[in-house]
């Protein structure tokens, strides 16, 4: 990493701990300069707003979700042990999302324009992902035949839901929750070998 990536690295850390400080809306490019210990001609030297900044965080915050969950899944193993793998993946890094959540709830109007597009990228990568992988359960048998693009959207629409749970109310209990949850979605999808004729 060059110095310059290596500052900029800075400043995402410093404007990242300043918006979970004080709210995207009262974060300012001085407060981001200070926490650095940098001035904020040198902030301007990266970055020309507050809202390019935020924008940087949240992109590299989820970049760094999205390659660490769809590297999770080992591709040698079973599809079920690879959905799990993920899952337990999300929610081990979860917290490195947190700044969309924290921001989200307090300035939602403000802040989503801005990271739509990336939000929307990663969801597209999560749906794709699953519904690749319940495909090949299907397609192996090890999995009963199942609509994998809606079941793709539901089992990710229900993972965004316990993230709510999981950032708000209480990591522990939510990303159990979240498990047993998925385990019994998974037992729901392992096909049974038909029963013989009596």
């Known amino acids: 990493m060059t110095t310059r990536d290596e500052r900029r690295t800075t400043l995402l850390d410093a404007a990242r701990d300043i918006i979970l400080r004080f709210g995207y809306r009262k974060a300012t490019l001085e407060d981001i300069a200070a926490e650095a210990g940098v001035s904020r001609a040198t902030v301007y030297n990266y970055f020309t707003s507050k809202e390019e900044v935020f924008q940087a965080i949240i992109q590299r915050e989820v970049e760094i979700l999205r390659e660490v969950m769809l590297a999770s899944a080992d591709p040698e193993s079973a599809p079920e042990e690879r959905l799990m793998d993920f899952v337990r ?15 989200n709830q307090i ?11 990336f939000i ?38 229900a993972l965004r839901g316990l993230d ?35």
Not at 107 to 113: F, G, H, I, L, T
């Open 89 to 103: 993946t999300h929610f081990r890094h979860l917290r490195a999302i947190r700044t969309l959540y924290s921001v």
């Open 107 to 117: 300035a939602a109007k403000d802040v989503m324009p801005m990271v739509q597009d």
């Open 120 to 157: 929307t990228g990663f969801d597209k990568d999560v749906r794709a992902f699953l519904a690749a992988t319940l495909q090949e359960g299907v397609d192996s048998g090890r999995f009963r035949s199942v609509d994998t693009h809606a079941l793709a959207g539901a089992l990710q629409a």
């Open 164 to 198: 709510e749970a999981f950032v708000f109310e209480g990591a522990e209990a939510a990303r159990d929750g979240a498990l047993l949850l998925w385990e019994a979605l998974l037992a729901g999808l392992i096909a049974r070998p038909a029963e013989e004729d009596g």
